[in-house]
Each structure stands twice: as C-alpha cells, then as structure tokens.
T-cell receptor
Framework: DAGVTQSPTHLIKTRGQQVTLRCSPK?????VSWYQQALGQGPQFIFQ???????QRGNFPDRFSGHQFPNYSSELNVNALLLGDSALYLC????????????FGQGTRLTVV | GESVGLHLPTLSVQEGDNSIINCAYS??????FIWYKQESGKGPQFIID?????DKRQGQRVTVLLNKTVKHLSLQIAATQPGDSAVYFC??????????????FGTGTLLAVQP
C-alpha cells in the first residue's frame, strides 16, 4: 500500500513563473491538504480539498490555487512566483471520518531564483 | 492571535535517557493535539495524539501529557535512541462539520541524541 506520494521531489523555477505540484493520497483517503514549510519553520496550512472542492483555506494569496480530481489526487498551483515562495510543499491525506491522523508525503522542495 | 509554540528549540540528550519536549498553546477551544516527528528530507510522521478531554495518553515508548490549566503539552520519549533524532512538532486541530481538520503547527524542537 503506497503512502502519500508527491511529484516532483525537487523543482527550480524563475521568479514570475508558474508551478504545478502533484499529490496522490494514501489509498482509502479522500481528503487532501497542502502545507508550506519554510526552512526551520513548522508547516503552514494552505488549503484543503474534499469532494473536489476547497473546504478550508489558510492565509495565502490567490496566487495559490488547487484542484482535486475524482480519484482524490490533487494539484497545487502557484502563479507569479516570488523568491519567498521557496519552501518545502507538503501534501497530507486523510479520511473524512477520522478527526486527526493525517499522513504526509515527503514533500516537494521548490526553489525560486 | 492563536498559536502553538515550543519552549525549547533544541534538546540534546544522551542515548538511553528520557526526553521531554514541551509545547505551549493559546486556544483552549482546540479539539486535539498531535505530535509529529520530521526527519531530514522527509515529511512529518504522526507519533501520538490526545483529545482535549484527556490528560495523558501512552504509546510505544512515548507519552503525551496535556495540562489544560496552563495550556501546556509535552511529549515524553523513554529510553531515547539515535533513531529518535529529528525535529518534533506539536500541532493543534480546529475544524468544522466533523471533517478532517487543518493542523496548526508550532515552530519545532530539534532533538539530538548523543551516543
């Protein structure tokens, strides 16, 4: 049983470009959340998707958008990249009936130059 | 504003000793508190959680204590091993409608186990 998988593992983009990160949830999970983790900091919640809709959103600008597909996989899109968007982007999946335990992927390391 | 934070950014212990990692939170309305372990180059790994109506919960070599009076959370690791070296985060959950809740993380504590 594969856990949460994210792609790509590493990515380098130029300021102003757009990027798409992908996440496949753990088998049986239907909810996907995205987090941004700056170096030396705790993860910060970006948004959460359930039933292909955004259910919750953290304090991130509209440049950050997402999508969930019928197979529960998800994408995170960031437009007009800024240097400050450089971070580890984590995807976490869970089952809606569970109230706490979320499984995290290994993350995508995004570097904006 | 509401936040979850840690008292100690770095904790160094000898192999075999017990470790205690502390965390302070500000929102007494939080439903759950969770400890995650994050090793270098990996995503956070669930360790243990505790409901707000509990004071203590034990797992394998780990114990989480919740003191709601002073809004304090701690993670105790018994017989600390080199493999326990990692960054530990406490997180709280808040949410709505019974759906899986977003996690609010603290800054993290680096646990360094000395042989």
């Amino acid at each position: 049983d594969a856990g949460v998988t994210q792609s790509p593992t590493h990515l380098i983009k130029t300021r102003g470009q757009q990027v798409t990160l992908r996440c496949s949830p753990k088998s049986g999970h239907d909810t996907v959340s995205w987090y941004q983790q700056a170096l030396g900091q705790g993860p910060q919640f970006i948004f959460q998707y359930y039933e292909e809709e955004e259910r919750q959103r953290g304090n991130f600008p509209d440049r950050f958008s997402g999508h969930q597909f019928p197979n529960y996989s998800s994408e995170l899109n960031v437009n007009a990249l800024l240097l400050g968007d450089s971070a580890l982007y984590l995807c976490a999946s869970s089952f809606v009936e569970a109230n706490t335990e979320a499984f995290f992927g290994q993350g995508t390391r995004l570097t904006v130059v | 504003g509401e936040s979850v934070g840690l008292h100690l950014p770095t904790l160094s212990v000898q192999e075999g000793d017990n470790s205690i990692i502390n965390c302070a939170y500000s929102n007494s309305a939080s439903d759950y508190f969770i400890w995650y372990k994050q090793e270098s180059g990996k995503g956070p790994q669930f360790i243990i959680d505790i409901r707000s109506n509990m004071d203590k919960r034990q797992g394998q070599r780990v114990t989480v204590l919740l003191n709601k009076t002073v809004k304090h959370l701690s993670l105790q690791i018994a017989a600390t091993q080199p493999g326990d070296s990692a960054v530990y985060f406490c997180a709280e959950t808040r949410g709505y409608g019974g759906a899986t809740n977003k996690l609010i993380f603290g800054t993290g504590t680096l646990l360094a186990v000395q042989p």
